[in-house]
Antibody
Framework: QLQLQESGPGLVKPSETLSLTCTVS??????????WGWIRQPPGKGLEWIGS???????YYNPSLKSRVTISVDTSKNQFSLKLYSVTAADTAVYYC?????????????WGQGTLVTVSS | QSVLTQPPSASGTPGQRVTISCSGS????????VYWYQQLPGTAPKLLIY???QRPSGVPDRLSGSKSGTSASLAISGLRSEDEADYYC???????????FGGGTKLTVL
């Protein structure tokens, strides 16, 4: 059974870069021809899609975050990563990684448990 | 501010049927599938409905999804206490080339 696990610092200072990694187990990130996504949820609020990446590196980003986001994939480590630059308190959220299907319009079916990232000095 | 609009809350008594709406536009719900997720406190969202009206294995048939024009609905019949959760709709938006989520509806079982 496929499992996803987010990891990274739980506290980031304002203006710095938030970096998270999602490790995929129970399957190869490159053999399943999937897209892989990042979604976040500020405390007490709704879900927001950040972006998605294919196993080959094709990316789609939320236009509202595009100027500050980079998503990359490392097939050798079975991981994909998120970098969010110049963070502010508004970026405080639980960050989820998730698996999609073979196209970016495929839904998010398997999710990680989520990791809380707080932006504060 | 979500482009997919959901009522912030809904409620019902055990056994009742409740409906949660999700309103969008021609570039998202009007031209693409709709998805519904359930989120229990402190947990990741769980897929309830895919491709507007399909249920993944393990999701009971008392849950159903539908769409008409630029609006979609999730219906839960035979309401149970374990249905108390937050529910989110989602759809791909062709204009944004990205995913949109609704603001979420908190369902309370009275």
């Amino acid at each position: 059974q496929l499992q996803l696990q987010e990891s990274g610092p739980g506290l980031v200072k304002p203006s710095e870069t938030l970096s998270l990694t999602c490790t995929v187990s129970g399957g190869s990130i490159s053999s399943t021809s999937n897209y892989w996504g990042w979604i976040r949820q500020p405390p007490g609020k709704g879900l927001e899609w950040i972006g998605s990446i294919s196993y080959s590196g094709s990316t789609y980003y939320n236009p509202s975050l595009k100027s500050r986001v980079t998503i990359s994939v490392d097939t050798s480590k079975n991981q994909f990563s998120l970098k969010l630059y110049s963070v502010t308190a508004a970026d405080t959220a639980v960050y989820y990684c998730a698996r999609q299907g073979a196209v970016v319009t495929h839904w998010f079916d398997d999710w990680g448990q989520g990791t809380l990232v707080t932006v504060s000095s | 501010q979500s482009v997919l609009t959901q009522p912030p809350s809904a409620s019902g008594t055990p056994g009742q049927r409740v409906t949660i709406s999700c309103s969008g536009s021609s570039s998202n719900i009007g031209s693409n599938y709709v998805y519904w997720y359930q989120q229990l406190p402190g947990t990741a969202p769980k897929l309830l409905i895919y491709r507007t009206n399909q249920r993944p294995s393990g999701v009971p048939d008392r849950l159903s999804g539908s769409k008409s024009g630029t609006s979609a609905s999730l219906a839960i019949s035979g309401l149970r206490s374990e249905d108390e959760a937050d529910y989110y709709c989602a759809a791909w938006d062709d204009s944004l080339s990205g995913w949109l989520f609704g603001g979420g509806t908190k369902l309370t079982v009275l």
